[in-house]
């Protein structure tokens, strides 16, 4: 049974830990993006944030390598290290969780400079707290000091890199896998029958019950140096005239 399916819908999303910190930065982002600006999503995936930036021109663009996701909806396939795009041409850019899947993200972070308009904004998210997915394409893991360091070499000024979550935060995620680990789907019949018992005990525990006293704790970690990742925002300067 999934326990989740009976909770209230603002709690079941919350307990998808990973995409809730996205899907809430969004809409930060989507609401910070002026009207009629043209946006770039580098690494969109399956699109799913589009529609929070109706009224903008969105872009999607995505190599469509990585595993589990629908391309369908995107506007560009094509290489994130070599953009297809002219100078100057986005008023915004996003990258979501996507740096770690590109063999060179400072490569990636210079085309989307490139392809800004002076005074543009990017708003890119990186894990460092997270297992391996999209395998093989993945390659990164990034401390607050390595993004930051990644967008000034690129030419972005940065206005802040801020932490996802705490301690409290990453053990809600990790324990909120658990019950994968302790009760695999390969595991031999016989042993899955005789440990169903013991499954449908820890299941509401491990998958909503810590989670959500974990999240309730993450508040009381100020230091923060356990975290999923960070979000960050970085700004292209204005263009200088030839002296």
Known sequence: ???????????????????????????????????SGLVLDAGAGDCRYRSLFAGRRYVGIDSAVGKGLRYGDLDVLGDLHILPFRDGTFDAALCMNVLEHVLQPESCLREIHRVLKPGGDVYVMVPLFAREHQAPHDYFRYTSFGIRYLLERSGFAVEYVRPVGGYFRVLANTLSRATGYLFPRDRARVLRVLLSPLELLAKPLFSVVLPLLCLGLDPFDRKRTYTMGYQCKGQKGPEREAQ
């Open 1 to 35: 049974m999934n326990w989740r399916r009976i909770l209230p819908r603002p709690i079941r999303e919350r307990l998808h830990i990973s995409r809730w910190a996205v899907t809430t930065y969004m809409q930060e982002v989507a609401s910070e993006v002026p009207a």
